[in-house]
C-alpha cells in the first residue's frame, strides 16, 4: 500500500510560477514511477509528467519547458516546478505511483487526494 499526498496548489497570475510536492509513504519510494496528472472540469485527466529511477524524467509535449519534475529519494517526495503559467493550466492536479512509465492514468495503482491550482488572467 502507498500513500501519497499532494499539496502547493493555490492561485496564481498568468506568468507566475508554483510548485507542487508529493510526499510518499509505505512503499520502496525509489523503484517506483511518479507522475503527475491534472484535471480540469469537464476534461478528462490529463498526463503532466513521469520520473523514475534516480533522475530520469518524461513529459507530455506541450508542457515541456515549462514544467520540470523531480524526485529526492531520500524525502520519499516528487515535485513539479511549473513556470510561466497560464489560465489554461487550470486544474486539479495529481500525484501517482506505478511501476511501469507511462502517460496512461490506469498504468498507476495510487493517487494522491489532488491540489487544486487556479491561474488568473
Known amino acids: 500500500q502507498v500513500q501519497l499526498v499532494d499539496s502547493g496548489g493555490g492561485l496564481v497570475q498568468a506568468g507566475g510560477s508554483l510548485r507542487l510536492s508529493c510526499a510518499a509513504s509505505g512503499r520502496a519510494f525509489s523503484t517506483s514511477v511518479m507522475g503527475w496528472f491534472r484535471q480540469a472540469p469537464g476534461k478528462e485527466r490529463e498526463f503532466v509528467a513521469a520520473t523514475w529511477g534516480f533522475g530520469h524524467t518524461y513529459y507530455a509535449d506541450s508542457l515541456k519547458g515549462r514544467f520540470t519534475i523531480s524526485r529526492d529519494n531520500d524525502k520519499n517526495t516528487v515535485y513539479l516546478q511549473m513556470d510561466s503559467l497560464k489560465p489554461e493550466d487550470t486544474a486539479v492536479y495529481y500525484c501517482?505511483?506505478?511501476?511501469?512509465?507511462?502517460?496512461?492514468?490506469?498504468?498507476?495503482?495510487?493517487w494522491g487526494q489532488g491540489t487544486q491550482v487556479t491561474v488568473s488572467s
Open positions: 501517482a505511483a506505478g511501476g511501469r512509465i507511462s502517460g496512461a492514468p490506469s498504468h498507476y495503482d495510487y
